[in-house]
């Protein structure tokens, strides 16, 4: 029997395999992260494979609790390489950074904070809010996030100044 065979087989067999693989990958990248990098992650966080966290300064990366961080979402805590100057980013509570979404050195997000998929935020952002573009603006404020990272309030458009 091939390798691939026993692979159907086994997925086959247990159809819910998948999810738990999954499941057990990004628990290991958070404690990867967590404990031989020494980035600041909160309790129950979801960073997923190929997001970046900045490698030259991982202890400039705060993380608050309930956080979900999507594949290829890049965490910036240094202007460049070779740069002497390392600034701390953070990341508030509950937070959901889309994919491929790049947070630059030194930017504060605030608690409920979603970042859109592609957003580049190069400026601190208010809590419960949504961000999205690049650079990143406001699209809604005062939405409310539950526990499980559901929207339960949409919130509203800012004021136009």
Do not use: M
């Given at each position: 029997m091939s390798l691939i065979s026993r692979w159907k087989y086994l997925f086959s067999q247990h159809p819910n395999l998948h999810i738990i693989i999954h499941r057990v990958t990004v628990e290991l990248q958070v404690a990867y992260l967590r404990y031989l990098?020494?980035?600041?992650?909160?309790?129950?966080?979801?960073?997923?494979?190929?997001?970046?966290?900045?490698?030259?300064?991982?202890?400039?990366?705060?993380?608050?609790?309930?956080?979900?961080?999507?594949?290829?979402?890049?965490?910036?805590?240094?202007?460049?390489?070779?740069?002497?100057?390392?600034?701390?980013?953070?990341?508030?509570?509950?937070?959901?950074?889309?994919?491929?979404?790049?947070?630059?050195?030194?930017?504060?997000?605030?608690?409920?904070?979603?970042?859109?998929?592609?957003?580049?935020?190069?400026?601190?952002?208010?809590?419960?809010?949504?961000v999205a573009g690049n650079p990143a603006k406001i699209i809604k404020i005062n939405i409310e996030i539950d526990k499980h990272g559901r929207i339960t309030n949409h919130g509203e458009r800012p004021q136009k100044l």
């Open positions: 990098k020494k980035v600041d992650i909160g309790e129950d966080c979801t960073v997923h494979r190929h997001a970046k966290i900045d490698g030259r300064n991982p202890k400039g990366v705060h993380i608050g609790d309930r956080c979900r961080i999507a594949a290829r979402a890049i965490i910036f805590a240094h202007d460049y390489y070779g740069g002497r100057d390392a600034v701390d980013t953070y990341i508030g509570n509950q937070c959901i950074i889309g994919y491929a979404s790049i947070i630059l050195p030194g930017v504060r997000l605030g608690d409920n904070v979603i970042v859109g998929a592609g957003s580049v935020v190069s400026r601190d952002v208010p809590s419960n809010c949504i």
